[in-house]
């Protein structure tokens, strides 16, 4: 199904939010999420959190850990159906976490899940790993320390 308006302008703001983050300010990328008991993150620095409870702080948490930095998105995926959406892409750039002098790159891989809430659409769950090389299939259980 096609996305429609208000989900494009709900994704741009997203991802401006995103923006603002790396900077050191989660303040907009906060007002996009719903603030239920079952919102998840899988963040970029491991771990998990669940619940409005856990993921607020855990997002200024870790909007605190970044000074300086710029992120573009590879749309890689998109879509919705009714009250529910997803987003799949890349998030390439720049970023300088507040222990550091020089800025480092980032790419990650991130999946948002969103609905709409109240006629207003919502981040509901974000997972964002680090990009790596592809490897063979075989070659992943023996990385993985399983044989």
Known sequence: ??????????IDQVQAGLNQFVTGNAAL???QWSHANDVTVFGGFGGYLRGWEQVGPGLDLASARF??????????????????????????????AVEREE??????????????EGGSWKV???????TT???????????????
Do not use: C
């Open 1 to 10: 199904m096609p996305v429609t308006d208000d989900f494009q302008q709900f």
């Open 29 to 31: 990328f906060k007002e």
């Open 67 to 96: 000074r300086i930095g710029h992120l573009a998105f590879e749309l890689l995926a998109l879509g919705m159906s009714g009250d529910l959406a997803y987003s799949v892409w890349l998030e390439k750039g720049e970023v300088r």
């Open 103 to 116: 800025p480092n790159p980032v790419e990650l891989r991130v999946t948002h899940i969103y609905r709409r």
């Open 124 to 130: 509901t769950h974000r997972h964002a790993d680090v």
């Open 133 to 147: 090389g592809k490897i063979e299939a075989t070659a992943a259980p023996q990385q993985q320390g399983l044989r």
